[in-house]
């Protein structure tokens, strides 16, 4: 079935480590997504990609960075963690066309201590 | 800038009841909105979108251009509905990026 993988699906670390989290996807989709989720906050978004060669910032990308290393990857880095940033990762991906849904993968539970 | 709030965080009824899940928007174009559901240990799936006007699991929503609202309904709430649930809003036409609310935590009791 087609898919969006991430990993790893959890993650322990400590700060002012470099951590890398994946995402893969078999739906052919142009658009890849990162978001983050904190208890009482939602999802907020970090950094998209339309494309390849296109890479947006989202409402919270400070202390992130993304590499689109194809139409199938997308990759966060941490460069140097810190506690605030344990949470829960998601990648998404849509399709190019408009009113196309978002695809979720299973999450990364990363935690800096 | 465009926000979603969902005011309750929480959420319990009875098995049978009806529930409304309220969801407002702050939005100055055109509005495209959505719902997303979340089951324990599943990943965060599509459940409707107000442009497709349809009933998933009983559940429907309406956009309230008015009211800056897409509340989610279900007349007969059941035990499976159980999840957390969020609103999501989107600026019609090709761009995809979604801000979500804070999303509402359904338990349906027996």
């Known amino acids: 079935d087609a898919d969006v993988t991430q990993t790893p699906r959890n993650r322990i670390t400590k700060t002012g480590k470099r951590i890398m989290l994946e995402c893969s996807q078999t739906?052919?989709?142009?658009?890849m997504y990162w978001y983050r989720q904190d208890p009482g906050l939602g999802l907020r978004l970090i950094y998209y990609?339309?494309?390849?060669?296109?890479?947006n910032k989202g409402e919270i990308s400070d202390g992130y960075s993304v590499s689109r290393q194809a139409q199938a990857k997308f990759s966060l880095s941490l460069e140097s963690a810190i506690p605030n940033q344990t949470a829960l990762y998601f990648c998404?991906?849509?399709?190019?066309?408009?009113?196309?849904?978002?695809?979720f993968g299973d999450g990364t539970r990363l935690s800096i201590l | 800038a465009q926000r979603v709030t969902q005011p309750e965080k929480l959420l319990s009824v009875f098995k049978g009841a009806p529930v409304e899940l309220k969801c407002n928007y702050s939005?100055?174009?055109?509005?495209?909105l959505f719902w997303y559901v979340q089951y324990s240990r599943q990943r965060l799936q599509l459940l409707l979108r107000?442009?497709s006007r349809e009933s998933i699991k009983g559940f429907t929503a309406d956009l309230n251009k008015g009211e800056t609202s897409f509340h989610l309904k279900k007349p007969f709430a059941q035990e499976e509905d159980s999840a957390m649930y969020y609103c999501?809003?989107?600026?019609?036409?090709?761009?995809?990026?979604?801000?979500f609310g804070s999303g509402t935590q359904l338990t349906v009791l027996p």
């Open positions: 939005y100055s174009g055109s509005p495209e």
């Open positions: 999501a809003l989107g600026p019609s036409g090709s761009a995809r990026q979604l801000t």
């Open positions: 998404a991906t849509s399709g190019g066309s408009s009113n196309q849904p978002q695809h």
């Open positions: 990609s339309f494309d390849v060669k296109d890479i």
């Open positions: 107000h442009i």
């Open positions: 739906k052919g989709h142009d658009r």
